[in-house]
């Protein structure tokens, strides 16, 4: 199995930039489809961004697009989520999680389709 660690969230103010990474351990993060998620309090875990295993499928909410960024860096056995024009309406828990095996294009957004999960950063965006 593989463990996933999550870090670099922080509090910054609207229009300021973060860069999350999630390391893996225990297995390479090149053999799973990582995705990023997002939970705010009181509301149910959203799907952020997701990028397959091989690097050139990548999915994002409408609601991020354009503004983040998903990228490996295999050689650091990370995944990165570059997150620029932060607004207070991204402020949240910030998961990744990992799946194994093949991953049809349409599920690579859906929760339920990731095994292994990482124990969250913060992100915090004030106005």
């Known amino acids: 199995q593989v463990q996933l660690v999550e870090s670099g969230g ?14 893996a351990s ?9 995705g990023w998620f997002r939970q ?6 959203e ?7 091989s690097g050139s499928n990548t999915l994002y909410a409408d609601s991020v697009k354009g503004r983040f960024t ?15 024009s932060l607004e207070p309406e ?3 828990v910030y998961y990744c999680a ?17 095994r292994y999960w990482g124990q969250g950063t913060q992100v915090t965006v004030s106005s």
């Open 70 to 84: 998903i990228s490996r860096d295999n050689a650091k056995n990370t995944v990165d989520l570059q997150m620029n």
């Open 98 to 114: 990992a799946k194994d095996g093949w991953t049809p294009a349409l599920a690579m957004g859906v929760p339920r389709m990731y």
């Open 26 to 34: 225990g297995s390479a993060v090149s053999a799973y489809l990582i």
């Open 40 to 45: 705010a309090p009181g509301k149910e875990r």
């Open 47 to 53: 799907f952020v961004a997701a990028i397959s295993r």
């Open 90 to 92: 991204d402020t949240a």
């Open 10 to 23: 922080g509090l910054v103010q609207a229009g300021d930039s973060l860069r999350l990474s999630c390391a």
